[in-house]
């Protein structure tokens, strides 16, 4: 990985910081994206440390926010002149029906369009560097939870209705939009020498669900304690698809545990996975 740099979101904590310090390791330089300031310098400086790495510097934004989004992808243009990985892995659950700053459901905000504006707006620029090195990848991170959607897919009617809101099935749309942005984006990329794959990491003890309330907060504490995995364990994936020369050129998977897999049926669809790109384009004005 010398020579490449890899911009990760979520990277302050969990698999997001795992990630960030294996890649470093092996010589790349890496960009933090994290909400919190303080929290994030240090982060970055605990990473500089372990890896003796100095390339690692951070960006700070709310990616739930688009014009937080829009800002980061502008910084990282004003700093760095390449992109070899981004790694699209901030995600959080919520108990109850929040709207972003852009009146758009939080969930389906911070999990859906943070990866999808992201990874437009930098789009030309791992374009450009799978033209000068060779390849370019984007690993999106989704999950199992994507099945609870069920077999009708988005309901894209519903997702800003407060009354049709629930919490698990919520997060699992949102998984969903993270593989039918994959399929769609895996297709638009074709020749372009940029890969794009999903991965469920499985369940994995982080601070994923400390942010919900009453008994769902209880119950993923719970499935964390009994059967979560390592953040080690948890990012062996994602480091794998973000650098591995066996992988180089494929595309358009859902991956877990190392291993290609297929995802629920209606991910397939190609009316959802259009629909959901016309979506996006349409609340965010790119694509």
Same mark, same amino acid.
């Given at each position: ?69 829009? $800002? ?10 390449? &992109? =070899?990985?981004? !790694?699209?892995?901030? /995600?959080? #659950? ?15 905000a911070l999990n859906h369009f943070s990866y999808y504006l992201l990874t437009n707006l930098l789009l030309d620029m791992l374009v450009d560097t799978a033209a000068a090195s060779g390849e370019a990848r984007i690993v999106n991170v989704s999950s199992s939870a994507h099945k609870s959607a069920g077999s009708d897919g988005m309901h894209f009617d519903a997702l800003n209705d407060p009354s049709q809101f629930k919490p698990f099935p919520a997060y699992? $749309? ?10 769609? &984006? =895996?297709?638009? !990329?074709?020749?372009? /020498?940029? #890969? ?92």
């Open positions: 990985m010398q020579g490449k740099r890899a911009l990760i979101t979520g990277a302050t904590d969990g698999i997001g910081k795992q990630a960030a310090l294996e890649i470093a390791s092996m010589g790349a330089a890496v960009t933090l994206v994290g909400r919190n300031e303080a929290k994030t310098r240090a982060v970055c400086g605990e990473l500089q440390k372990q890896t003796g790495n100095p390339d690692i510097n951070w960006l700070l934004g709310d990616l739930s926010s688009m014009d937080a989004v829009r $800002r980061i992808a502008g910084e990282f243009r004003e700093r760095h002149d390449r &992109l =070899d990985v981004l !790694l699209n892995n901030a /995600g959080a #659950s919520f108990s109850s029906y929040y709207e972003s700053v852009d009146g758009i459901e939080m969930t389906i699992g $749309r949102s998984k969903l939009a993270n593989l039918l942005f994959t399929y769609e &984006l =895996d297709l638009r !990329l074709a020749g372009t /020498g940029v #890969s794009v794959n999903a991965v469920n990491p499985g369940l994995v003890n982080t601070s994923i669900g400390d942010n919900m309330s009453g008994w769902i907060r209880h119950f993923f504490k719970l499935m964390k304690i009994v059967m979560g995995q390592t953040p080690k364990k948890g990012a062996e994936t994602l480091v794998y698809l973000a650098t591995a020369p066996e992988v180089a050129g494929i595309s358009g998977k859902y991956w877990a545990f190392l291993q290609q897999h297929d995802s629920s049926d209606i991910s397939y669809d190609r009316e959802q996975q259009r629909k959901l790109w016309q979506y996006s384009a349409a609340a965010s004005g790119v694509g």
